[in-house]
């Protein structure tokens, strides 16, 4: 098949090229490189059946040429990171909700089945046990630019739903819940990689708050194999679904598991919420997927323990 993965210069994009690359398919990768990196495809890069086009989803012409005579699309750009979102609100929103519109409008031109990421943001405060696709959705105020990630998923969650809907080009909506894995990087907040790499350097592991509230972290390795049986698989057209992974820690226990595995000496520095990302901030106390549909689905269950997660990490940035 001809595939085109929009972000697939990124961290989940340029896993989920390799492994399309790996079955023989033909991929156009559109990056615009601002979070996303040459070096994650450059391996990519000599084959024939690669084409890259360094350009914005925010671009229609280039978004609809990039879409010609594609079977498949996996929408994958996009704005992330806490600290991108609230460093550039304005962009971050043009970004996730015009490109997302450019890119499932091109699909649906094109007659293209395709799935969009989405993110556990969407259920917002929700902390309920074991979030369902179904769960409510539990939002701060719209005056905070915090919120307006969660707000423009949500939003491309029904651009990508009502448009296929519409034309009866099938879709399916990916629902990542803290994926981790090499090539991410801690640059944009995600803290896996930002531990890591401080404790690899002997500084001090910034926990934000008092370290209490909890996450449930997924492997890059489990998720990508899903994100493609997904997209073939009737029965998951037209809703979302969750992936991650299934073992539960607060963020202090990160530190303190991630400090273990290094081997580090670092310490922990507890940061206010206010110092890391200004006044107002409001975090997620808990967020942990229930993956039954995904189970049902597709058979998925995540391998990839907390401890086999945090060890990839080490070894890419090691290397
Ligand atoms: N976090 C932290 N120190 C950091 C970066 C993040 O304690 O240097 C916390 C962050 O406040 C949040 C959790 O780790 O409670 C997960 O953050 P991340 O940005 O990776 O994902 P998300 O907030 O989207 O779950």
Same mark, same amino acid.
């Given at each position: 098949m001809k595939i085109l993965v929009t972000g697939g210069a990124g961290f989940i994009g340029s896993h989920l090229c390799d492994h399309l690359a790996g079955l023989g398919h033909e991929l156009v990768i559109l990056d615009d490189l601002s979070t996303g990196a040459l070096a994650n495809?450059?391996?990519l890069l000599p084959s024939r059946a690669v084409r890259f086009v360094p350009g914005s989803i925010l671009d229609p012409a280039t978004v609809d040429e990039c879409t010609r005579g594609v079977d498949l699309v996996f929408h994958l750009a996009a704005a992330v990171g806490v600290n991108n979102i609230v460093d550039h609100p304005l962009r971050s929103l043009r970004?996730?909700?015009?490109?997302?519109?450019?890119?499932?409008?091109?699909?649906? &031109?094109?007659? *293209?089945?395709? *799935?969009?990421?989405?993110?556990?943001?969407?259920?917002?405060?929700?902390?309920?046990?074991?979030?369902?696709?179904?769960?409510?959705?539990?939002?701060?105020?719209?005056?905070?630019?915090?919120?307006?990630? *969660?707000?423009a998923k949500g939003l491309d969650e029904l651009i990508a739903t009502e448009n296929s809907r519409a034309t009866g080009v099938p879709c399916v909506i990916l &629902?990542?819940?803290?994926?981790?894995?090499? &090539?991410?990087?801690?640059?944009?907040?995600?803290?896996?990689?930002?531990?890591v790499a401080q404790a690899l350097a002997g500084e001090p592991i910034t926990v934000h708050g008092d370290g209490t509230q909890r996450r449930c972290f997924g492997s890059v390795h489990d998720v990508i194999p899903a994100m493609t049986a997904l997209l073939d698989t009737p029965e998951a057209f037209g809703t979302a679904v969750n992936l991650g992974g299934q073992e539960e820690t607060s963020i202090l226990g990160l530190a303190e598991r991630i400090r273990e595995l290094t081997g580090s000496a670092a310490g922990i520095r507890l940061v206010p919420y206010q110092e890391a990302y200004g006044p107002g901030f409001e975090d997620m106390r808990r967020r942990m997927p229930d993956l039954t549909l995904a189970g049902r689905l597709i058979g998925y269950r995540p391998q990839y323990r907390l401890?086999?997660?945090?060890?990839t990490v080490i070894d890419d940035q090691a290397r």
């Open positions: 495809i450059r391996h970004i996730n909700l015009h490109g997302t519109e450019n890119v499932v409008q091109a699909a649906v &031109r094109h007659g *293209a089945r395709y *799935a969009i990421a989405s993110t556990s943001e969407v259920y917002g405060k929700n902390d309920a046990d074991r979030l369902d696709e179904n769960a409510d959705r539990i939002l701060g105020s719209p005056l905070k630019s915090r919120w307006s990630y *969660a707000a &629902r990542f819940f803290n994926v981790v894995g090499p &090539r991410q990087t801690g640059q944009y907040g995600m803290v896996v990689p930002r531990f401890d086999d997660i945090i060890k």
